[in-house]
């Protein structure tokens, strides 16, 4: 029971690199998401996506690319890293239930230095 | 508007005491407000939850005390233990889109 899966768990990279981060979850939830988190901002959202193929922006989209051909799989793209997109990246799913307020699960994190 | 606005920062208690983690929100339209705990180096993971139409909701040694006319809600940790020792983040939802807001977080330290 894997759950959600998140890699690599760690990335060091230099400023102007393409750069993919991989979110895989087993248990064939609807609802994904990409979150960053800095201290004194909490988690922001960055991409959800509803089902494969419907994704759409959240709260600092900005030098993120993101697509989700299969339900499981949610990858996120930094085109041309920046020093300012030095985080750490949390993806998340949830089920899909009329009315919502459905738990969202969490990755173990990606954390992402851009030199 | 979409704002939520969690104190304190940061939090050092002695073991056995009650930390209490507020959170204000002004959009009357969000319509679940759930908790989350994270420890370092983890993701995340969902501690207890509340909607609007309930006053009070206790899970174990968590509570959450929610006060819809003041925009309020706030975590109570009774009996607090050092395993506690964690980041702590309010959220609340937007109706109809399965998105959170969540607060900035509060650092909660439980000294033996």
């Known amino acids: 029971d894997a759950g959600i899966t998140q890699s690599p768990r760690y990335k060091i990279t230099e400023t102007g690199r393409q750069v993919t981060l991989m979110c895989h979850q087993t248990?064939?939830?609807?609802?994904m998401f990409w979150y960053r988190q800095d201290l004194g901002h909490g988690l922001r959202l960055i991409y959800y996506?509803?089902?494969?193929?419907?994704?759409d922006k959240g709260e600092v989209p900005d030098g993120y690319v993101v697509s989700r051909s299969k339900t499981e799989n949610f990858p996120l793209t930094l085109e041309s890293a920046t020093r300012s997109q030095t985080s750490v990246y949390f993806c998340?799913?949830?089920?899909?239930?009329?009315?919502?307020?459905?738990?969202?699960?969490f990755g173990p994190g990606t954390r992402l230095l851009v030199l | 508007q979409q704002q939520v606005k969690q104190s304190p920062q940061s939090l050092i208690v002695q073991k056995g005491g009650i930390p209490i983690i507020n959170c204000a929100y002004e959009?009357?339209?969000?319509?679940?407000f759930p908790w989350y705990q994270q420890f370092p180096g983890k993701g995340p993971a969902l501690l207890i939850a509340?909607?609007?139409?309930?006053s009070e909701k206790k899970e174990g040694r968590f509570t959450i005390s929610f006060n819809k006319s003041a925009k309020q809600f706030s975590l109570h940790i009774m009996d607090s233990q050092p395993g506690d020792s964690a980041t702590y983040f309010c959220?609340?939802?937007?109706?109809?889109?399965?998105?959170?807001?969540f607060g900035t977080g509060t650092r909660l330290k439980v000294l033996a």
């Open positions: 998340a799913s949830s089920e899909y239930r009329r009315g919502g307020r459905e738990t969202q699960y």
């Open positions: 996506s509803a089902a494969a193929d419907i994704t």
């Open positions: 509340i909607r609007p139409d309930v």
């Open positions: 959220a609340a939802s937007i109706p109809g889109t399965y998105k959170y807001i």
């Open positions: 248990w064939s939830h609807s609802y």
């Open positions: 959009n009357t339209a969000f319509d679940y």
